[in-house]
DNA sequence: ACCCGATGAGACATTGATGTCTCATTCGGG
DNA sequence: CCCGAATGAGACATCAATGTCTCATCGGGT
């Protein structure tokens, strides 16, 4: 009879992704619930969007305590991230996305930590020799948080076969389009 | 006393591309005008996003002829692409996330033709040796444009230097994060 | 200097979403 | 089996944005 949280949080993230602008009430028929009752568990469409920002919050950081993005070599870290993120990707873009609206408000810190984590191991690789010194930290988190944002979309919308996800966003943000000469 | 249509174009654009939920109002202010005369020249919302597009469009197929996108090394011709698209990238992200809103509604094919040019575009760096063939040209085509706005975000936000967006872009989409061996 | 068209300001009705409330129903534990 | 808590459905007030309208004003062209 009790409503499970999480499974409204599941199905309202997986209806948002979608589409974006959809009402209080849209999520409660995609949760199969009653819009009273969503009201109930999220006093606002703000609430919602707060909650499903800290799912997708932990389920990042998940993510990466499962890469293990501190150890081996970055480029190999990189690649476990990619892989282990595919999941959240559509939460994520959505987050991103709709984070750009709360202008100067309160930021929910836990990005920060999941900046610093990213920008992080991009830093270590630099130190490690591994990636160029040319294009900052700060810049590759931002690319990687876009290109995991345009491939969860291109897959969403056909143009990218989901089973290729991790292989092209890693083998671009990696090795970039230009043919090496060297292979 | 006569309104500049493009001038409110561009003061729209400005204002939307910082605040996407800007309201009519704050669109008219922004602009200079009346609402009522905002109203005037645009039925409604949807009419003005749709006249923004309009402008994008234009816009970036004017960057597309500037760029001579069908001459020269396909990565050079990728350089001066991103070069000339710079200044309509805050706009260009705004309309590809305006975009996802329209659902099945009609699609400007403007979108069409544009994706077509870059896409043609990869696609013969493929054929001529430039570019790897294992990138879809569709998969480079999308993560180009979302590089481009998140190189735009960046800016925007203070996250990346104006004078580095371009190397940061065309660095990363070409030749990727990995240190090569080679140089 | 005059006149006509365009503008700005504001009033107004409408619409869509939100948030609150009530009440009957139903489910589950004791 | 029964009672209480939670739910679903819907009514309701509210609010913000939209779109329309009127009217006074302004400005450029003749």
Redesign the pocket.
């Known amino acids: ?3 499970d949280r999480t499974q409204v949080l599941r199905a309202a993230a997986a209806l948002l992704t979608r589409k974006a602008t959809a ?3 849209e999520v409660a028929r995609a949760a ?6 969503l ?3 999220f ?4 609430a919602l969007v707060r909650a499903l920002e800290e799912l997708g919050i932990q389920e990042l950081e998940a993510a990466h305590d499962r890469a293990r993005t501190a150890e081996g070599p970055a480029d190999e870290a990189v690649r476990r991230l990619v892989a282990e993120v595919e999941d959240v990707a559509p939460l994520l873009s959505f987050l991103v996305t709709e984070n750009q609206l709360f202008e100067g408000d309160q930021q929910n810190d836990g990005w920060e930590r999941l900046d610093a984590r990213v920008s992080a191991l991009f830093r270590r690789g630099q130190e490690e020799g591994v990636f160029r010194i040319d294009l900052t930290p700060a810049w590759l988190t931002e690319a990687f948080y876009g290109l995991i944002g345009s491939g969860a979309w291109a897959v969403q919308d056909g143009r990218v076969a989901a089973k290729d996800f991790q292989y092209m966003i890693v083998e671009l943000l990696l090795g970039g389009a230009r043919r090496s000469v060297e292979k």
Not at 32 to 37: D, K, M
């Open positions: 009879m009790s409503v009402t209080m009430d199969g619930i009653g819009r009273a009752t009201h109930r568990h006093a606002g469409r703000d």
